[in-house]
């Protein structure tokens, strides 16, 4: 049973999705698809096994001191750490008030002056100093605007004015990251105020950190460690290759004759400098060995490849082939 | 350092050479590399027939169509698609086109989403008139949607054939798909067929070539832009017609870039330089590595022929 059953599956899992192409009625189309869809859901767990595996074979190295065990140590916790800032964590401490507003109907900075007769004052006070403050609209403070200093709290004159039925028009603050940094670092505030002539209100915002893909921990780590890192491991490629070309790419016999003879044209002609030299004809003549007797080549080994693939579907369909199983 | 024995005889160039550091090789890679960044030449490229040829197919697409794009490159390959990746999506743009964008490359979506920020959220020609294409700020779920990474490889390519709303069953806010105004009337790529284009940026395993194999059935409009080194696996597909239009390499991508002449700065016109110089190097490094061997083949040839006399 420990094997019949997995080979049943297998027969009955390479059948269906080979039908799937060749008997497109509504009933096998659906069950094929169906059964992809149990790829994709198994890819996706793999991944979690993957980390599993990870943490598995790395810890006791790194518990036990066996040799490379500090690199070990430094991918574990690099996986941690890219982990940990990969989740949207924020959502989970996020307060549900995201900051308080005090309203006060008389303002120190207007108390007999003129302008309380229409006017009152909004505090914007808390949070970063480069933060973007705008109050109905308009900026009334953008640390990325040439010239302009950072600085909390910022405070406002603000027109009241009312409408044609005699209220207040409420203002709008709102309190967001600076253009200076995409994507933002913290999530937006928006608050609607009605304030009285001589009136004085004070936000202070709480402006959530934003972490997961779109956050600025996660952005930092993948562009100034991942990505550098993983373009210089390519880019060392450069260096191998001129090394392998001065020692190995020798002309050895015709075969290696004719194999340096095409390398050299495709090179010269694939580089600008080469077309702008030989007056393009040597452009035209890399474009050929490309575009046929390389076409040719390449078909030749992907249909031969196609077929042996096909070859080995139909044993390990039919059971003959069975390594997929962990045994012999 | 170490000293010439007295008695020893003098050692020819040919032997210096052979036996020269390798790491002089890596300063001469390392120097055509560098220099022409600082120094450009600034040769022109001269677009080849597939690059035409891809942007003749994007160029015809009516405007204002929805195209569905696959981005599947990590950092490493940045330089070889990264201009294509700008270019189209400025060329998309300008035709004021709506974008979905899917990636199967667990490593593409902060530059996926980097593009979009750069040029589909940005304003590219600020003292242009406020109506310019170029100036439209492209809003997300109307205009553009990223649906993110989905593992899976050729199983998600598959489904996206059957069904987009399968593979993709949610945005990545966890909207679902199928009520987004940019997804009406998208059941799988196959509605990307009357109404545009599918557009690949692929370096590699799962991709292009996955996506040709899997979804060619549907005889959908595909264009193309890989690694240099992918071009020999894709070049049949592009001979066959079953692709549209092949960009192979930084190569092809500077040639992209020139056709469609994106605002800012040109990256691939700029790696061109460093490709022109760089290949130059490895092209010497072949005719000197060769000249040594004759020479040596040669001498040994000799101690042979005095040896038998």
Same mark, same amino acid.
């Given at each position: ?21 060749? =008997? ?152 967001s990251d600076t253009a200076?940094t995409t994507p933002p670092r913290y999530d937006e ?21 934003l ?5 600025q ?48 044209? =495709? ?62 | ?15 210096? /050479? ?26 022109? +490229? ?6 035409? %040829? &891809?942007?003749? $197919?994007?160029?015809?697409?009516? %405007? ?23 270019? #189209? ?32 959220? $940005? ?7 406020? %109506?310019?294409? /170029? ?30 709303? &399968?593979?993709?069953?949610? &945005? ?16 799988? #790529? ?12 692929? +370096? ?10 899997? /979804? ?11 690694? +240099? ?47 022109? *110089?760089?290949?130059?190097?490895? *092209?010497? +490094? ?21 040896? $038998?006399?």
């Amino acid at each position: 049973m420990k094997k019949t059953l997995p080979l049943l599956l297998t027969f009955f899992v390479g059948v269906v999705g080979a039908m799937g192409y060749f =008997v497109p009625a509504g009933g096998m189309t659906k069950l094929s698809s169906t059964l992809n869809d149990f790829g994709i859901i198994i890819a996706a767990v793999a991944f979690v096994l993957g980390g599993i595996n990870i943490v598995q074979v790395n810890i006791p190295i790194v518990v036990r001191r066996r040799p490379d065990w500090g690199y070990k140590l430094v991918m574990l916790l690099s996986a941690v750490a890219v982990l940990l800032v990969g989740f949207r964590l924020h959502e989970f401490w996020s307060p549900a008030e995201k900051g308080t507003v005090s309203v006060s109907p008389v303002s120190d900075m207007l108390v007999g002056t003129p302008e309380a007769a229409d006017t009152a004052i909004i505090v914007v006070d808390g949070g970063p100093r480069d933060l973007l403050v705008k109050i109905d609209g308009k900026t009334v403070l953008d640390p990325a605007r040439p010239g302009e200093p950072a600085r909390m709290p910022i405070r406002a004159r603000v027109r009241v004015e009312k409408d044609a039925a005699g209220n207040v028009i409420p203002h709008v603050v709102n309190v967001s990251d600076t253009a200076r940094t995409t994507p933002p670092r913290y999530d937006e505030y928006e608050v609607s105020i009605s304030l009285v002539a001589g009136g004085e209100a004070t936000v202070k915002p709480h402006l959530t950190y934003l972490l997961g893909p779109e956050g600025q921990p996660y952005l930092w780590l993948f562009n100034y460690i991942f990505a550098p890192c993983n373009a210089t491991m390519f880019a060392l490629l450069a260096f191998f290759i001129t090394s392998a070309a001065f020692r190995a790419f020798r002309l050895r016999n015709v075969e290696s004759g004719l194999l340096l003879g095409a390398a050299m044209l =495709v090179m010269m002609g694939t580089i600008p400098l080469g077309a702008e030299l030989s007056q393009t004809w040597l452009y035209r003549l890399q474009e050929w060995i490309l575009s046929v007797p390389t076409v040719a080549g390449r078909r030749a080994i992907m249909m031969g490849a196609a077929l042996g693939a096909v070859a080995i579907g139909l044993r390990v369909i039919l059971g003959l082939e069975r390594s997929h199983l962990g045994g012999d | 350092m170490s000293a010439t024995p007295a008695n020893a005889a003098p050692r020819g160039i040919m032997e210096r /050479l052979r036996t020269m550091d390798r790491r002089w090789l890596f300063l001469c890679m390392g120097l055509a590399i560098v220099l022409p960044i600082f120094f450009p030449i600034g040769l022109p +490229a001269l677009p080849g027939d597939a690059t035409v %040829d &891809t942007y003749d $197919a994007v160029a015809s697409i009516k %405007d204002g169509s929805r195209v569905f794009m696959s981005i599947d490159f990590d950092p490493a390959s940045r330089p070889e698609l990264e201009p294509f990746a700008k270019s #189209v999506l400025v060329q998309l743009k300008r035709k004021r086109c709506k974008i979905v964008i899917v990636s199967l490359w667990e490593y593409a979506p902060p530059l996926i989403n980097g593009y979009v920020r750069s040029i589909l959220q $940005a304003p590219l020609n600020p003292g242009g008139p406020p %109506d310019d294409p /170029l100036n439209k700020i492209y809003e997300r779920k109307t205009d553009f949607i990223f649906l993110g990474f989905k593992s899976g490889k050729q199983a998600v390519i598959n489904t996206l054939g059957q069904s987009l709303p &399968t593979a993709y069953p949610t &945005t990545q806010e966890g909207e679902p798909v199928g009520t987004i105004p940019i997804m009406e009337g998208i059941r799988s #790529v196959q509605d990307f067929k009357d109404s545009g284009i599918l557009i690949l940026i692929s +370096a590699g395993f799962p991709g292009a070539k996955e996506y040709v194999e899997l /979804l060619s059935r549907y005889e959908l409009p595909i264009v193309v832009s890989t690694t +240099a080194v992918s071009r020999t696996d894709l070049q049949p597909f592009y001979s066959s017609g079953q692709l549209k239009g092949l960009v192979a390499g930084m190569q092809g991508a500077a040639e992209y870039e020139q056709l469609v002449n994106p605002p800012g700065e040109q990256l691939g016109k700029k790696g061109l330089d460093v490709l022109n *110089i760089g290949t130059l190097v490895i *092209i010497l +490094a072949i005719v000197l590595g060769n000249l040594i061997y004759l020479a040596e083949r040669r001498q040994q040839k000799r101690a042979q022929s005095g040896g $038998a006399s």
